[in-house]
């Protein structure tokens, strides 16, 4: 079997093609993957896809300048019109059973093209807002797999459209689940009694987040000796955030830990009592597969503001809290984080809730089955 797989732009989209891909090859080691992106230097699969041991081609695209009167959108309908031709040529040269969009500048043009040739299609969509790629595609897929629930609405499809929506969750890359909480403090030397709190950013950092958790480190520091704190401030802000840890009350606290990026994030959410992070959908399935009481501030420079739409609807279930970014500078961080440090039974019941309304466990394995399923026109 040859499937063709596109995503890219964020982390975001690329992961979960690439946990996709991975479920499927452990199935069967003899189907063949391709998979196609955006030449942006700054696309992430451009990164990570290689990394994760596949083939990966472009599509030449780009998105919409703002403002919409910007010069260089002028060519827009040109960039478009060759991006259909270049996928429309990658599609015939590998010539897939299976077509998979998981969002991004380059899942348009592959999955529309795709559709058009009459080859199986599906689309995921992590987040809880659909995003533009999708929404464009929507109405020509043969499958749309969505994680919250509230995204089948969002899509506005109706009738038979909408029976081509399926809720199977967000896959995951190996490792989250793999760790007990007992064996992963275990394995970071914290007691028994400790109270860790883990927060991240994103891999580049955000500067804002990172000073209000410099100054959540200095309460920790000076009034609270039962809580341990390690943050990853990102690789972009990771020195000037440890400039501005050394200059404050918590230099040389032995509790408060900052890595510049995780890398054993498995282990590390897993020891975590609360964890404070962005509101990717990526973290969000992560979180909730574990059971973790988060502190989510969401990132505001993500597209169509999307990762706000995630966060509420982990709070509207009571299985989140959500500190938006412009509330950072005043407080609002230690004003949410603290009350939930004393509150050992709130957090437990917060992560539980998280579990039970968010986590889908065998998100991988429905989704392999699903899409062989298509793959074979027994859908």
């Known amino acids: 079997m040859r499937i063709l797989l596109t995503g890219g732009g964020t982390a975001g989209h690329v992961n979960p093609a690439l946990a996709v891909a991975d479920a499927l090859r452990a199935r069967d080691p003899e189907t063949q993957f391709l998979f196609a992106a955006s030449d942006m230097p700054r696309d992430k699969a451009n990164d990570l896809i290689p990394r994760a041991g596949y083939e990966l081609r472009h599509i030449h695209i780009r998105g919409m300048r703002s403002p919409i009167v910007h010069p260089a959108n002028l060519a827009l309908p040109f960039i478009m019109s060759r991006a259909r031709r270049q996928a429309r040529a990658l599609i015939r040269a590998f010539s897939p059973d299976l077509i998979i969009g998981t969002g991004g500048f380059a899942c348009w043009p592959v999955v529309a093209e795709g559709a058009a040739l009459g080859i199986p299609t599906a689309v995921h969509e992590s987040n809880a807002l ?26 506005n499809l109706t009738g038979r459209e909408r029976d081509r929506i399926i809720r199977v969750g967000n896959p995951i890359l190996p490792g989250f689940g793999a760790v007990s909480r007992a064996d992963a403090r275990k394995q970071l030397g914290l007691a028994p009694d400790e109270v860790s709190v883990l927060a991240f950013g994103g891999s580049l950092g955000a500067e804002r987040l990172n000073d209000a958790l410099v100054a959540l480190a200095e309460r920790v520091a000076r009034d609270l000796p039962h809580v341990t704190l390690t943050f990853a401030a990102g690789k972009r802000d990771y020195d000037r955030t440890a400039a501005n840890l050394k200059g404050s009350a918590a230099a040389w606290c032995p509790r408060i830990s900052l890595l510049d990026y995780i890398y054993d994030m498995p282990v590390r959410m897993a020891a975590a009592d609360l964890v404070v992070s962005r509101a990717g959908a990526m973290t969000v399935s992560e979180l909730s597969l574990l059971g973790k009481a988060a502190v989510l501030v969401p990132s505001p420079y993500v597209a169509d503001n999307h990762q706000l739409r995630n966060a509420q609807a982990l709070v509207r279930a009571g299985a989140g809290v959500c500190v938006e970014e412009d509330g950072l500078p005043g407080g609002a961080l230690e004003r949410a984080v603290l009350p939930l440090l004393a509150q050992s039974a709130e957090r437990a019941a917060m992560g539980q809730r998280l579990q039970e309304g968010f986590a889908c466990p065998d998100a991988n394995e429905r989704l392999c089955v699903e899409l062989l399923r298509l793959a074979r026109g027994q859908a």
């Open 130 to 155: 659909p995003g533009k790629a999708i929404m464009q595609v929507r109405h020509r897929v043969d499958r749309i797999f969505i994680n919250f629930p509230e995204t089948a609405d969002r899509l």
